[in-house]
């Protein structure tokens, strides 16, 4: 099982960035996909998650109404848009997956990284001016 993120980068305050996470290796159904950052000197965070069971999402409080995670069945990939990014959303970002054998992504709940059993290499975000 393999786990390829993509997409980070430099971009200015305020300025998107779109996330990929492509899955080989299996199919992802009944799996979570999540993703989390670690900025240095901080723990790792998770930030959204995505169901492929029930279509189930999650967001952290820090990230609500600007990242929007989604999917595409036919890609094996997980992507997660980011705008209105902050200086504080700079952060090696990391997607990673687990089977859902119990509901582990809905509204409320959070997403925790010792659940996970597959993880990407991360991708560096960098906001600054």
């Known amino acids: 099982v393999q786990l390829q993120a993509s997409g980070g980068g430099l971009v200015h305050p305020g300025g998107s960035l779109r996330l990929s996470c492509e899955v080989s290796?299996?199919?992802?159904?009944?799996?979570?996909i999540s993703w989390f950052r670690q900025a240095p000197g901080r723990e790792r965070e998770g930030l959204s998650c995505?169901?492929?069971?029930?279509?189930?999402?999650y967001y952290a409080d820090s990230v609500r109404g600007r990242f929007t995670i989604s999917r595409d069945s036919a890609k094996n990939t997980v992507y997660l848009q980011m705008n209105s990014l902050k200086p504080e959303d700079t952060a090696v970002y990391y997607c990673a997956t687990v089977r859902e054998s119990l509901p582990l992504c809905y509204d409320g709940r959070g997403v925790y990284d010792y659940e996970y059993h597959y993880w990407g290499q991360g991708t560096l975000v960098t906001v600054s001016s």
């Open positions: 290796g299996l199919t992802l159904d009944y799996y979570v």
């Open positions: 995505i169901s492929t069971s029930d279509g189930n999402t």
